[in-house]
């Protein structure tokens, strides 16, 4: 395998921690987005899309989203599980996992990426250049805070975010908590099952891969 990652990006930060957990350590190529690399011909031919993480296998295929490469590599390696044994598990890390995306990672990136200088032109990630708008962005600051409420909530409920047991729904929700910190959003004071909780993942050995 290799995996096309960019050490600066929040997406390709999910699945470095989940290969760090599946124990698996493949040829790692850096693309580096600064210099728009993730637009050159060769890039493209991998994934068209133009983003990363990509995960490309050893006969050619090219898997280009964290779900579809989640899903492979707990396929390849079931244990440690990180989405799930059970029914129940399976379906409520989905679900968990789901909401990050929709309600933490969309709005973080609509509050960052129509307001950033060096995002200017490229307010959406692809092939396709789109201006910003700033309406966006205050409203994904706003969708924001709403979503840190909720996961401190969910954490008084429960000591990782799906269930009694660290999982993929966890590793998005930890990326995304340091994401918005560029848009200084996240943790407040208030939020202390948060706190609890972002304290006991971040000494997993797979958050410093």
Same mark, same amino acid.
């Given at each position: 395998?290799?995996?096309?990652?960019?050490?600066?990006?929040?997406?390709?930060?999910?699945?470095?921690?989940?290969?760090?957990?599946?124990? @698996?350590?493949?040829?790692?190529?850096?693309?580096?987005? %600064?210099?728009?690399?993730?637009?050159?011909?060769?890039?493209?031919? $991998?994934? #068209?899309?133009?983003?990363?993480?990509? $995960?490309?296998?050893?006969?050619?295929?090219? $898997?280009?989203? =964290?779900?579809?490469?989640?899903? /492979?590599?707990?396929?390849?390696?079931?244990? #440690? #599980?990180?989405?799930?044994?059970?029914?129940?598990?399976?379906? @409520?890390?989905?679900?968990? =996992?789901?909401?990050?995306? +929709?309600?933490? &990672? +969309? #709005?973080? *990136?609509?509050?960052?990426?129509?307001?950033?200088?060096?995002?200017?032109?490229?307010?959406?990630?692809?092939?396709?250049?789109?201006?910003?708008?700033?309406?966006?962005?205050?409203? %994904?600051?706003?969708?924001?805070?709403? &979503?840190?409420?909720?996961? =401190?909530?969910?954490?008084?409920?429960?000591? /990782?975010? *799906?269930? *009694?047991? &660290?999982?993929?729904?966890?590793?998005?929700?930890?990326?995304?908590?340091?994401? *918005?910190?560029?848009?200084?959003?996240?943790?407040?004071?208030?939020?202390?099952?948060?706190?609890?909780? /972002?304290?006991?993942?971040?000494?997993?050995?797979?958050?410093?891969?």
């Amino acid at each position: 395998m290799r995996f096309y990652d960019c050490r600066t990006a929040p997406s390709p930060q999910r699945t470095r921690i989940l290969l760090a957990e599946k124990g @698996l350590t493949p040829e790692t190529i850096e693309v580096d987005l %600064g210099k728009a690399e993730q637009l050159s011909g060769d890039f493209r031919r $991998l994934n #068209p899309r133009c983003t990363v993480p990509v $995960l490309e296998l050893d006969d050619g295929t090219c $898997l280009t989203e =964290n779900a579809g490469i989640a899903a /492979y590599l707990e396929a390849l390696v079931p244990d #440690p #599980p990180m989405l799930g044994t059970t029914p129940e598990e399976k379906g @409520l890390i989905a679900s968990w =996992n789901a909401r990050i995306e +929709m309600e933490g &990672f +969309m #709005p973080v *990136a609509d509050a960052f990426r129509n307001r950033t200088k060096g995002m200017i032109g490229r307010a959406i990630t692809g092939p396709t250049d789109y201006e910003q708008i700033p309406e966006l962005a205050a409203r %994904g600051q706003a969708r924001g805070i709403e &979503f840190f409420d909720m996961l =401190n909530e969910r954490l008084g409920e429960s000591e /990782y975010v *799906a269930g *009694a047991a &660290f999982s993929w729904a966890d590793i998005s929700a930890a990326v995304v908590t340091d994401f *918005a910190k560029w848009v200084k959003l996240g943790m407040t004071e208030e939020h202390t099952n948060t706190k609890r909780w /972002y304290d006991l993942v971040q000494q997993r050995p797979s958050f410093s891969a």
